[in-house]
């Protein structure tokens, strides 16, 4: 067996993000009695992402992020006062959203007999620890990482230090990072020297120059790699 370490990056790779996204806004506009369209969704998702790209390229600190993604959002349509209760409400929905992609579990139970699993991940302490805490697939892996708590967010080589300092036993060459994330996961393991998968189920095209180890785009090709 050619990989002892694996570690998992948590939203977008493993649990469906995007749709415990759309409910834990929409329940936040509708308490608000705010608009709540698919298009208000998909808006707040866009200017989301790009506050966490610039937390990925150091432009913004976590705690500033939280918030200035509503302020941004709520002022494009007009309910700027709402920014902070939206916030707030949004994030104490988030922690009850823990759904999986279709296969993760079962792919995370077969791993697990052979593997010790880590969860790698930028999230929010107190969202994330709400997530695992109500999740099946938690129980399988032996430790969390959360950006938050290390002190340092991927892709940066202190969060990958700090990770391959927290585990017992750590062999790097015996390590893989598994994510979807080229900015985050994918640029973090390169840069810290161990090999990845880049989960890439819409099949984008892979940067040039870059050494990815492997990419896949479905998680039985996950499972090949590994246990082979």
């Given at each position: 067996m050619?990989?002892?370490?694996?570690?998992?990056?948590a939203d977008h790779t493993l649990f469906d993000f995007k749709t415990g996204e759309y409910f834990a806004l929409k329940e936040a506009l509708e308490e608000l009695s705010l608009p709540s369209t698919d298009h208000h969704i998909e808006r707040y998702s866009d200017i989301n992402m790009k506050y966490w790209k610039m937390l990925e390229r150091g432009e913004i600190d976590k705690k500033s992020l939280m918030l200035a993604?509503?302020?941004?959002?709520?002022?494009?349509?007009g309910f700027e006062a709402k920014a902070q209760p939206?916030?707030?409400?949004?994030m104490s929905n988030?922690?009850?959203?823990?759904?999986?992609?279709?296969?993760?579990?079962?792919?995370?139970?077969?791993?697990?007999?052979?593997?010790?699993?880590?969860?790698?991940?930028?999230?929010?302490?107190s969202t994330q620890d709400g997530r695992f805490g109500i999740s099946p697939i938690t129980k399988y892996f032996e430790k969390i990482f959360i950006s938050e708590v290390v002190g340092a967010e991927k892709p940066?080589?202190?969060f990958f230090d700090a990770v391959m300092n927290g585990i017992e036993e750590f062999e790097k060459q015996?390590?893989?990072?598994?994510?979807?994330s080229l900015s985050s996961d994918i640029k973090g393991a390169i840069n810290a020297g161990i090999d990845c998968i880049w989960y890439n189920p819409d099949?984008?095209?892979?940067?040039?120059?870059?050494?990815?180890?492997?990419?896949?785009?479905?998680?039985?090709?996950?499972?090949?790699?590994?246990?082979?």
């Amino acid at each position: 067996m050619k990989y002892e370490f694996l570690l998992f990056d948590a939203d977008h790779t493993l649990f469906d993000f995007k749709t415990g996204e759309y409910f834990a806004l929409k329940e936040a506009l509708e308490e608000l009695s705010l608009p709540s369209t698919d298009h208000h969704i998909e808006r707040y998702s866009d200017i989301n992402m790009k506050y966490w790209k610039m937390l990925e390229r150091g432009e913004i600190d976590k705690k500033s992020l939280m918030l200035a993604r509503f302020v941004e959002f709520a002022r494009e349509f007009g309910f700027e006062a709402k920014a902070q209760p939206l916030s707030d409400l949004y994030m104490s929905n988030l922690s009850r959203q823990a759904q999986l992609f279709d296969g993760a579990l079962e792919l995370i139970e077969k791993l697990s007999l052979k593997h010790r699993l880590f969860i790698i991940t930028n999230g929010v302490k107190s969202t994330q620890d709400g997530r695992f805490g109500i999740s099946p697939i938690t129980k399988y892996f032996e430790k969390i990482f959360i950006s938050e708590v290390v002190g340092a967010e991927k892709p940066s080589l202190e969060f990958f230090d700090a990770v391959m300092n927290g585990i017992e036993e750590f062999e790097k060459q015996k390590a893989i990072v598994i994510g979807d994330s080229l900015s985050s996961d994918i640029k973090g393991a390169i840069n810290a020297g161990i090999d990845c998968i880049w989960y890439n189920p819409d099949s984008k095209e892979a940067p040039q120059g870059w050494n990815i180890t492997y990419t896949v785009r479905c998680f039985d090709e996950i499972l090949n790699i590994l246990d082979n």
